[in-house]
């Protein structure tokens, strides 16, 4: 498990080392996705940029890069060992079709610190259209999950203007509901005092468990908006990624739920 080691299977592999790594101090890589355009495979190589020395898993995610060329995050980051590298690289790959497509501009979407799932060009922004139109606009076409989304294939239309009473917006709190539909809600008893951390929930599978690198106080849940008191992430999940509800639904591709330390409780389906 030498840090050589991981950094050869990364250039094996074509990957590139970044110059600037602006969230912490360890070498960055990436190279181009194989076949997904604007999309960069990620890999926070662990590997310490002054020492030279592994100081932690290597972080394999997918980025979009947009217009502005700002990269924007598209994945979770998944944490491997030299062992794992190359096959979470390709797992990471294969994500990638999992990922959301904006419908107006074809860029990939990605999560806001809003919590809400948007394009990563903001076209939205140039629409010249009012947020407020979204609650009043009804939506169906967002009902198709990732999955079956990536089942079907892509048609290529020309853009056109749609007009404002029809047109839909990612990030309307009524859109994410109406793709929901099929799910089940799951809730489990957030209190106050509680002291939590977080779960990884992908496919309704727990694939990460931050115990030890998250951990937060409850401050208070009302109606089921949840305020914690984040006091330590030594993990790269962004902020935006953190939970802050006590309800979730099945069947989303990745998203992260609370994991109450103090006490026992569990995540529950209701009707
Ligand atoms: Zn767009």
Not at 227 to 248: F, G, I
Request: aromatic share 8%; with cysteine.
């Amino acid at each position: 498990m030498t840090a050589l080691q991981r950094k050869a299977i990364l250039i094996k592999d074509k990957f590139i080392c970044h110059k600037k790594n602006g969230k912490g101090n360890t070498l960055i890589f990436s190279r181009n996705h194989p076949t997904a355009k604007f999309v960069r495979v990620v890999v926070d190589s662990g590997i310490d940029k002054t020492t030279g020395k592994i100081v932690s898993k290597a972080g394999v995610k997918l980025c979009y890069v947009n217009r502005q060329k700002s990269w924007r995050e598209i994945t979770g980051q998944v944490f491997t060992t030299n062992t794992g590298l190359v096959k979470t690289i390709k797992a990471q790959e294969a994500a990638e079709k999992f990922v959301k497509t904006c419908k107006h501009c074809k860029a990939k979407k990605f999560t806001a610190k809003t919590g809400n799932v948007v394009c990563s060009n903001a076209c939205w922004t140039a629409w010249g259209g009012k947020k407020k139109g979204a609650s009043t606009t009804k939506k169906s076409s967002q009902k198709t999950t990732a999955q079956k989304k990536a089942a079907t294939p892509k048609k290529k239309k020309p853009q056109k203007v749609t007009p404002k009473s029809q047109r839909t917006y990612p990030a309307s709190k009524k859109s994410q509901k109406s793709s929901q539909k099929k799910s089940q809600k799951i809730v489990a008893e957030i209190l106050p005092g509680d002291l939590v951390t977080v779960e990884e929930i992908e496919f309704d599978k727990i694939t990460n468990d931050f115990t030890g690198s998250i951990l937060g106080v409850v401050m208070k849940n009302t109606t089921g908006a949840v305020v914690v008191n984040w006091t330590a992430n030594t993990s790269d999940l962004p902020e935006w990624d953190m939970p802050y509800t006590d309800t979730y639904h099945t069947g989303r591709r990745r998203h992260y739920r609370f994991k109450v330390l103090s006490r026992k409780v569990e995540w529950t389906k209701v009707a």
